[in-house]
């Protein structure tokens, strides 16, 4: 086996231009396979971290029919109840309530649709990190009575700053028309610019006051331990609790489990089609290598030379060229992934785009060890299989006709 692998080597580099510029392709591509790969993996968990940890949450409650219908009235039955038993849940680490309905919002520029948000400042900031995106003014917790944030985008668009005032226009929970001004405190900007759009936060204590003559609260989103537990705690909450509809963050939004499904198959897709194009490289290089080395061949198959040697040794040579190569480009794939994981790969020129579509402009690329290991196996297995044809060819050479044609 050594002096096989000793052979197929030294044959690599017979020919060191044709072997270098193949090695260099095999270093190239996969190094931009790898990353590429990092990259997408970057985006898809940037945005579901992003939404689980500042909106989603791992799991939420609601009356069963106001994620679909929105109207004030469908609010959580038994709430106190259900807080309670989140409260001794060792498997909860924060929740909070809050109060929504969908109205309008009006300016002295325009009038728009709007999603209200009464919210408590406090427990929102224990679950999750919207507070973060404050950009400019205060957040709920500030003094001024009747305070509302806005997004970047809604107050570009009605042309308003810290200080103006708007008015809130919505159903109560009588189906009476309720109007009521509030006076801008912060402004905020979140991944998407659709969701700053239509998007409004208030307090929700005067939120229910001017909702109901009792407390009404229409979701509660629980942070868990692990997000693991999600499935469970809902099954338990929904076997406990009649009259709610809890749900995980995959069964509120099936687009981002859809992006964790699509992460494993987008690795091997993408590898696939690179490895794919570089076969035929190989196969090439491989077949320019044994048309020259007929006679040779035939030679070594006439003393005696058995035809599984000589289909191992130019399997070895197919395999060392592509691992070679392979082992060079993961090298830099991990250099390049380890520095942009820490400082981001920014493409400022593609932010408003981006945010169109709801993901930031700054890319984190990451890359697990399972995900290696998937791309090492089709390496290797792509390989494997470019190299069959030309293994196959040479142990039919015949040494007559190999000695002839020389």
Do not use: C
């Not at 204590?205 to 407390?215: R, V």
């Not at 406990?240 to 699509?262: C, D, N, Y």
């Amino acid at each position: 086996m050594k002096t096989l692998l000793t052979i197929a080597w030294r044959n690599i580099w017979r020919n060191p231009a044709r072997s270098g510029v193949l090695l260099a392709a095999i270093v190239a591509g996969l190094w931009a396979g790898v990353v590429t790969v990092g990259i997408i993996n970057g985006l898809m968990q940037q945005r579901i971290d992003y939404m689980i940890e500042s909106e989603i949450t791992h799991a939420q409650i609601h009356h069963p029919e106001f994620l679909a219908e929105g109207y004030s009235w469908l609010y959580i039955p038994d709430h106190d109840e259900i807080i309670s038993r989140l409260e001794n849940d060792s498997r909860v680490l924060s929740f909070t309530s809050r109060t929504i309905t969908d109205g309008m919002l009006q300016s002295p520029v325009k009038t728009s649709g709007v999603r209200i948000r009464g919210i408590d400042a406090d427990k929102e900031r224990e679950t999750t990190t919207f507070h973060e995106n404050l950009i400019e003014g205060e957040y709920l917790d500030s003094g001024m009575s009747s305070a509302i944030l806005i997004g970047q985008e809604m107050a570009r668009e009605h042309s308003m700053e810290i200080g103006n005032r708007v008015v809130l226009t919505f159903e109560d929970v009588n189906n009476e028309l309720i109007s009521a001004s509030f006076n801008i405190v912060g402004i905020f900007r979140s991944a998407s610019t659709d969701y700053d759009r239509t998007n409004v936060f208030i307090r929700s204590e005067e939120f229910i006051k001017l909702l109901s003559h009792k407390p009404v609260y229409h979701e509660i989103g629980m942070m868990l331990v692990h997000e693991d537990l999600a499935g469970e705690k809902v099954a338990d909450l929904n076997d406990h609790f009649a009259g709610i509809k809890a749900q995980t963050w995959r069964q509120l939004s099936p687009e981002l489990s859809m992006l964790v499904e699509l992460g494993g198959v987008m690795v091997i897709i993408i590898t696939m089609i690179i490895m794919a194009a570089l076969a035929f490289g190989i196969l090439n290089t491989m077949l320019m290598a044994l048309f020259e080395r007929m006679r040779e061949i035939g030679m070594l198959i006439s003393i005696g030379m058995s035809k599984l040697r000589v289909f191992t040794t130019i399997m070895f040579e197919s395999v060392i060229l592509t691992l070679t190569g392979a082992a060079a480009g993961f090298l830099l794939a991990w250099i390049t992934i380890g520095y942009l994981s820490g400082s981001g790969l920014n493409l400022e020129m593609f932010a408003e785009g981006a945010a169109q579509l709801g993901w930031d402009h700054i890319i984190y690329p990451v890359l697990t060890p399972g995900e290696y290991v998937i791309i090492i196996i089709v390496v290797v297995l792509i390989t494997l299989i470019s190299s069959l044809y030309p293994a196959i060819k040479g142990i039919r050479i015949n040494p007559l006709e190999a000695a002839k044609s020389s």
